[in-house]
């Protein structure tokens, strides 16, 4: 049987995705396949975050139920859990499975027996794996969707996930990616009942032995304690110099209307306490614009606050309604072309962000991961710079002396 595999969001999506996958293939009932139009079974992982992914996703059932209608098609994941309805209207004949029952795909497809190792083994032709260590939120952002799709806090034993680090790294992978909705809130007890939290699964992580380096998904400003930032200290590199720290607005007055829990002087503080440690990191945040209501000026403040921390890179949205959140059902809708306008100007600071995150780095040596080999060489570098190498090192993790940008690529030569 041929199996197709499509993801859509966020890490801990692909994670799962790939879980699933693993588990069917272990089984030795697939073979899996780039083209959902050769496949026998196709699942498909759907996000629900904005508008545009609910689109991408029904976009393609639309595509797979016209063009192999042979095929068994599962659908999951956060659109699956909030509309089936439009999942059932643009795909009719597929197995809907919310994501509370996502972990039971594999036996409802067929897998006589699902392995005793409760994690995956690694990913097809990278050298980063994803590793979900969360699940859930409960903070209930007035844009936000996700508590209603994934409500339920969990975390995975911390047994079970250095385990599952140590087959991953003694497996070739360079770099472990943790994961999860609300990374920080990893909450967790050990064998002995001792209470093991985010910084304390950390602690025992780097202790795992071998030749990579761990990477923290998107987490929280208010996860940048004193006590994570003598961790990342002590580890001298082996946690990722680089931090993908969700803002939303920069402006004081959008953000309570969103319900954040941190303010924009908080988020400054903590920013500055992560700089003081005198380390060099890549710092990268998410922003929405157009929230409902938002004036010019906030815009404009929003805009100021983003320069005054001097970002490395920005994931910009623009606002789309989540039926059932309260900024839907609210008032001061604002019109597209104001969302794209704004959206624009944001794109705009971060070519600049970008353009000075490359250049800042010229010069210096960097720890590389390759992640493509071949005729042109590519990687990325602790502080998450993407990167092209003149030649193919012997090494996943690899020293590179950063030289020139041409062609809009930062080039690197590898070095011993």
Known sequence: ???????????????????????????????????????????????????????????????????????????????????????????????????????????????QSAPEYAGIRGYADRSRAFVKVQDGCNMHCTYCIIPSVRPTMTTKPIADLEREIRVLVEGGYGEIVLCGVRLGRYLTQDASGRRVDFCAMLERLLGIEGDFRIRLSSFEITDITERFLDLFEKSEGKVAPSFHLPLQ???????????RWYSTRFYAHRIAALRARGIDVGLFTDLMVGFPGESEDEALESESFVREIGFDGLHIFRYSDRDGTPAARGSGHLPAETLRARADRMRAIDLEFCAAFANRHLG??????????GSRVEGTTEHFLRVVL????QKILSWAQLIKIEGGSVLASATK
């Open 249 to 259: 607005s920069g402006s004081q007055a959008v953000l309570q209307r969103m319900k």
């Open 390 to 393: 003149d030649r193919n090192p």
């Open 364 to 373: 210096k040596r960097r720890r590389v991961l390759v992640e493509a080999r």
């Open 1 to 111: 049987m041929k199996l197709y595999t499509k993801t859509f969001g966020c890490r801990v999506n692909q994670y799962e995705t790939e879980g699933i996958k693993e588990k069917l293939l272990a089984d030795g009932v697939s073979v899996a396949v780039r083209d959902f139009e050769t496949a026998d079974l196709c699942v498909v992982n759907t996000c629900t975050v904005t508008g545009e992914a609910d689109k991408d996703a029904l976009l393609l059932l639309r595509r797979i139920s016209r063009r192999n209608p042979a095929a068994r098609l599962v659908v999951t994941g956060c659109l699956a859990t909030r509309h089936p309805e439009s999942v059932r209207a643009a795909a009719p004949a597929a197995t809907i499975v919310s994501n509370e029952n996502k972990d039971d795909i594999p036996a409802m497809l067929g897998c």
